[in-house]
């Protein structure tokens, strides 16, 4: 029993970091229905970044977070500004491929400055634990999954009630309409995938606490980000949480009953019964 | 006259909203049935539910006295039934010919085999509708007025005995109103049932031997045009309740 | 097609087919497999190009026919044709029992979902013993480079006529109708669901004819490698790049594109990779129809080609 509710914690905490992953992914995804297949590679330039304001200027993970993700969020803006608004009209499979064209550059980009080595962010208080009774919850996982909440629900009262939030929901349900009332489009779409490029940029940051880094990365995160993004439904950042939680569940329950190689085959599996089911996810709505 | 098209008691909801709410008429052979209403009175859906791009939720459908409720799209076009659509849908990559060429190789009775002869039956339809000049041009590149007779053509290539039309005149002038209604009129000679769902109501008018009232999803009226258009009801459906 | 063209593709066909008599062993391994690269391309074209579903999931149809081969010869003794056949009825299975649900999808809620079955048949496919696990399996060595040279170019033709058959037969165009408007096509009485099952089948017993062959021509599999995700990737980039819907699209792409690597790896191992991603992400804005359209339309408006693409795509 004692094994089990161990098991559900780190399914809990594992899946808000998933779900800060995610976000930036879905909200691209939803707003400007960009598939962004280099999400994965983003994520992995915040959780670099992290690692050497880390090394090289001692600023803690935790408190280097927001500079890390203002950091990629210009880097996100830029992208879109000087490269995908370029095929924002072009058949959805463009942005496919584009993003994938971009996820090679990157990361070779990267195993060229940083080189194949595995890297971890380790602050002296990484190895740390809280105990819960029986339960041993280990402090680093612990404040990322704090840190993913507030993010998500920030992200959720930010599309809710502010104004660039409001505006960035609207074009997304009607560029025309958000044009007539006086959204410039290049700017705005230039906004959003700089906001979910900083929120890649501060998953990476959190990753990188909890998890070994390389240049590899890339590829499989952005692949749970999809799982989670789907499940979740992209209309909504708490879906994006509840798919983050269902996901990191079902993964370490599946590593614990069933073994340790069918984690993925479990996310991947749940994934396709939702398309299948229910394909605006779990939280979308129905068509 | 017998009953080519029956429609039974049909009702279909969306999720908390009802578009077409227990509507019962028929549609006879040689006739041309006109259905208005104001926007959203449940006319394209109810279009939707003839051709099987939507399952009604209760009720039934006829097509020459067989029941055809649970027949898929494509089962229905085979049997004869075609539409066109009011957003209008081209296959734009293909060209004004072999668009057409896809009812001939596809409509009634799983359609023709070869490519050629049903390019050739294609050419046929678009002479018809006045397309033949355009016929090597991409579908797309077609203006307003000349999609509308695409989709005509698209439809009766498919050899339907009855054809369902969604605003076929929306966005034309005088003149090529008149013209769709004399190719309307040419294709009941032809002997295909049509009904026409439209928005001009002279044209109707004139067009229809009878016509079909829709108002929030409720049948209205049915009857002849004269009958029909100065019935109290059908005015307020239009223009509100007269404030007295 | 006109008569001269008719003339060049046979001409450049013979001339492929003869090329292993007078090249290097080099030159015929790279020839193996780029030539697999193009059917494999070309098999992605009949569902992803001709019919608009992109899959992510070919590399599922390329495993099975690895597996099929390297099981029938390894764990059954049967010779290479019938391992090749397994292959197929393993491909043409999947295809009818999991393309129906998944084929419902649009657009890239397909492509997502093919590619999560690919995970999952990668994963599950390490579990089973008769597969021989994560290990894999060695089959039979066979040295003779120039056999499987003539046995891909043998496959190549074989899916390039089929699709040609495409675009002159009923099958083909009621295919076209559903990618460019599938309740059009359903509507005009295409049996939408049984037509993009068909080719998905279809796409699948190419790509498993050429897994087949490819596992016997390196000798060893393993789940990873079978199942390889790049690889569908590989094809699809070479099938955009090419020209997606046309019949010598794919084996445009797929035959530069891996030139162009092969050269790039010689001199430097990764820049190869650096290449290929900025090569997709220009061709992609450039011209997103891919190089056959390139070279069609180029006659017409020369260099505004490009300007016009960048033009109709950009906000």
Do not use: M, S
């Given at each position: 029993m004692d094994l089990l509710a161990q098991v559900l914690i780190n399914g809990v905490l594992l899946g808000g970091l998933y779900a800060v992953m995610a976000l930036g992914l879905a909200l691209v995804w939803g707003v400007l229905n960009i598939v962004n297949l280099a999400h994965g590679a983003f994520i992995m330039l915040g959780a670099y970044l992290a690692w050497h304001l880390y090394t090289y200027f001692g600023i803690d993970p935790f408190l280097g977070l927001p500079l890390t993700a203002i950091v990629m969020f210009c880097l996100g803006y830029a992208v879109q500004r000087g490269l995908l608004n370029l095929i924002v009209r072009a058949p959805m499979f463009n942005t496919l491929l584009i993003t994938f064209g971009l996820e090679v550059v990157l990361t070779y980009l990267a195993q060229l400055a940083f080189s194949a080595d595995f890297r971890t962010i380790n602050p002296p208080y990484a190895g740390n634990s809280i105990a819960l009774g029986p339960l041993v919850v280990p402090l680093a996982r612990l404040m990322a999954f704090g840190v993913a909440v507030v993010l998500t629900v920030g992200m959720w009262l930010f599309l809710l009630h502010t104004k660039l939030g409001r505006a960035i929901r609207a074009t997304a349900q009607n560029l025309v309409a958000a044009r007539l009332y006086g959204v410039e489009p290049r700017h705005l779409y230039a906004m959003t995938f700089g906001i979910g490029i900083g929120l890649a940029g501060a998953a990476g940051c959190l990753y990188g606490t909890v998890s070994q880094i390389n240049p590899y990365i890339g590829a499989t995160l952005t692949a749970k980000c999809f799982a989670i993004s789907i499940i979740g439904g992209l209309d909504n950042p708490l879906g994006v949480l509840v798919g983050g939680l269902v996901l990191g569940i079902i993964e370490s329950l599946t590593v614990l009953?069933?073994?340790?190689?069918f984690g993925d085959v479990a996310s991947f599996g749940v994934l396709v019964l939702v398309l299948i089911v229910r394909p605006s996810g779990l939280l979308g709505k129905t068509a | 006259m017998s009953a080519v098209l029956e429609i039974g008691h049909v009702t279909r909801r969306f999720a908390g909203l009802v578009a077409v709410n227990d509507v019962s008429f028929t549609l006879g052979q040689d006739e041309i049935l006109g259905v208005i209403g104001p926007n959203g009175a449940g006319k394209t859906t109810l279009v939707n539910l003839i051709s099987g791009t939507l399952m009604p939720s209760a009720g039934d459908i006829f097509f020459k006295g067989d029941k055809i409720t649970g027949l898929s799209a494509f089962r229905r076009a085979r049997l004869g039934i075609g539409r066109t659509f009011q957003i209008m849908r081209p296959f734009p990559g293909l060209s004004v010919l072999d668009n057409v060429a896809v009812g001939a190789l596809f409509g009634h009775g799983a359609g023709e085999s070869d490519l050629a002869k049903a390019r050739e039956k294609a050419r046929v339809q678009l002479d018809f509708v006045g397309l033949g000049r355009f016929a090597t041009q991409r579908a797309d590149e077609l203006g307003g007025p000349n999609r509308k007779r695409l989709e005509l053509a698209k439809a009766l290539a498919m050899q339907p005995r009855v054809l369902l039309c969604d605003e076929v005149m929306a966005g034309l002038n005088l003149v090529e109103i008149e013209e769709v209604i004399e190719v309307l009129k040419k294709i009941r000679e032809r002997g295909i049932s049509i009904l026409v769902i439209e928005h001009v109501i002279k044209a109707i008018k004139s067009l229809s031997d009878r016509l079909l009232v829709l108002h929030h999803g409720d049948k209205i009226a049915d009857g002849p045009p004269d009958a029909v258009l100065s019935n109290s009801e059908v005015i307020e459906a239009y223009l509100g309740r007269r404030r007295s | 097609m006109t008569a001269f063209r008719v003339v060049l593709v046979v001409v450049l066909a013979v001339v492929l087919a003869v090329l292993p008599l007078f090249g290097s062993d080099v030159l015929i391994q790279f020839g193996i497999n780029a030539l697999l690269l193009a059917v494999l391309a070309q098999g992605w074209n009949i569902i992803g190009g001709y019919t608009g579903y992109p899959s992510f999931g070919n590399s599922v149809f390329y495993g099975l026919g690895s597996y099929g081969v390297a099981i029938a010869m390894v764990?059954?003794?049967?010779p290479f044709a019938v391992g090749m056949i397994f292959g197929v009825v393993l491909a043409v299975g999947f295809a009818f029992l999991l393309g129906i649900p998944v084929l419902r999808l649009k657009g890239h809620y397909f492509a997502i979902a093919t590619l999560a079955l690919a995970q999952v048949m990668s994963a599950i496919v390490s579990n089973i013993s008769l597969a021989g696990q994560n290990i894999g399996l060695v089959l039979p060595p066979l040295n003779n480079d120039r056999l499987f040279y003539e046995l891909s170019l043998g496959l190549l033709v074989l899916s390039t006529l089929t699709v040609f058959w495409l675009t002159r037969s009923r099958f083909g165009f009621g295919l076209i109708a559903i990618r460019e408007n599938e309740e059009g096509a359903a509507v005009m009485g295409v049996n939408t669901t049984l037509y993009k099952v068909l080719a998905f089948a279809l796409s699948g017993i190419f790509t498993a004819l050429a897994g087949g062959i490819h596992a016997y021509w390196i000798t060893f599999l393993d789940p990873e490698s079978a199942f390889d995700i790049s690889l569908n990737v590989k094809m699809i980039i070479m099938a955009v790049f090419g020209?997606?819907?046309?019949?010598?699209g794919p084996i445009l792409g797929a035959l530069v594109l891996s030139a162009v690597s092969e050269v790039l790896s010689s001199e430097a191992t990764n820049v190869a990779g650096l290449f290929f991603g900025i090569v997709v992400v220009a061709a992609v804005v450039l011209m997103p129809r891919g190089v056959a359209d390139v070279i069609r339309q180029f006659r017409v408006s020369g260099w505004r080609y490009f300007i016009e693409n960048l033009k109709a795509h950009r906000i």
């Open positions: 009953y069933i073994g340790a190689t | - | 764990q059954w003794n049967l020209g997606p819907g046309t019949v010598f």
